[in-house]
């Protein structure tokens, strides 16, 4: 914060403080010169006004939250650039990726702050470690079908996963669906856990220089007509004879890198699931801009213990029987 904004909020702050103590004060002085709890010589209609003071314990209470709100801005970072005398905060600040904050934690304690966010992560660590821990010692498939594994996995998913794929787990454009048993890059239980320890970064490369306005709209007729669209079959017909360009990835079926045990996420083209929407426009763009998706490692940020409960709470997700 700059110095033209710590002094901002001072200069709002502490004058409220003491305008508020002032309003008490004087509040609580008698100028009509009458004793508490006796008449004024004002009267409406038979009505004799009373010199009431402000009631014992709202006084009280006022000041009391005037002193605490004194302490407070002293002990906590309320003021500006104050620190407070407790050095505490709620979390490191500016932080912009995993070995930042490490060295954030580091630094935060070895100059003695207290940080809330690194206390409460630190506790939920003691408290909850174990637990974890009990559960990554089980196979992931024995979780699967294990209603308490299943609990915690679904808070752990919507803690950091439905973001993206949404608190059902049915995606969204751009974000696959992990209800539906179609997979980039396979749905073992092994993969699954690949791709959540390490994540996943797809590249479909953009053909417009290659095909051609002609050849993506052919292209476009051919990709739809694998999964049974009506299309135009002189288009789909011409598009077939380019195909080749993307076999490498996609199988010369069409049907995808899994079917074909290959080391990438190539999706099956012939099933109709749609990762960035299966209309002729959007198939299109496809085929002209590329695709780049990433899915973020969460080796790091998770640990393998929250990672491997997960695993069993995804796979079941498109496994609802029991395969054990």
């Known amino acids: 914060m700059s110095s033209f904004w710590s002094a901002w909020i001072i200069v709002l702050t502490l ?19 009458v004793p ?25 209470m006022f000041y009391g939250t005037l002193i605490w709100s004194v302490f407070y801005l002293a002990a906590y970072p309320g003021l500006g650039n104050w620190p407070g005398f ?16 490490r060295a954030a934690i580091v630094a935060a ?9 690194d206390i409460e992560n630190e506790v939920a660590a003691a408290t909850y470690g174990p637990v974890f821990q009990q559960f990554a010692q089980r196979d992931v498939l024995d979780l699967a079908y294990d209603p308490d594994a299943l609990k915690i996995g679904q808070r752990l998913f919507l803690q950091n996963c439905a973001l993206c794929h949404g ?16 997979w980039l890059y396979g749905g073992s239980t092994a993969k699954i856990k690949e791709t959540l320890l390490y994540g996943r970064r797809a590249a479909m490369p953009g053909w417009e220089a290659a095909l051609g306005e002609q050849g993506i709209k052919e292209m476009t007729a051919y990709v739809l007509s694998l999964s049974g669209r009506a299309v135009n079959e002189r288009d789909a017909a ?24 290959l080391p990438f996420g190539a999706p099956n083209l012939t099933d109709n699931i749609w990762l960035y929407g299966g209309s002729a426009g959007a198939i299109e763009e496809t085929l002209i801009k590329g695709r780049y998706g ?29 395969k054990r």
């Open 15 to 33: 004058p409220v403080l003491i305008g508020c103590f002032i309003l008490l004060r004087w509040n609580l002085t008698n100028y009509v010169g």
């Open 36 to 60: 508490e709890d006796e008449t004024t010589d004002h009267e409406v209609d038979g009505l004799k006004e009373v010199n009431n003071p402000l009631p014992k314990w709202w006084t009280y």
């Open 86 to 101: 407790l050095n505490w905060t709620s979390s490191n600040q500016g932080i912009k990726n995993l070995e930042e904050s």
């Open 109 to 117: 304690k070895a100059e003695g702050r207290n940080v809330q966010l």
């Open 167 to 182: 608190s059902d787990a049915r995606g969204q454009r751009g974000y696959p669906n992990l209800t539906d048993n179609d």
């Open 238 to 261: 011409a598009g077939k004879t380019k195909f080749g360009l993307c076999a490498a990835c996609h199988g010369a079926d069409g049907k995808g890198s899994v079917a074909h045990n």
């Open 294 to 322: 990433v899915m973020p490692a969460f080796k790091d940020t998770l640990g393998e213990d929250k990672i491997h409960i997960i695993t069993a709470y995804v796979y079941r997700l498109s496994n609802p029987e029991d």
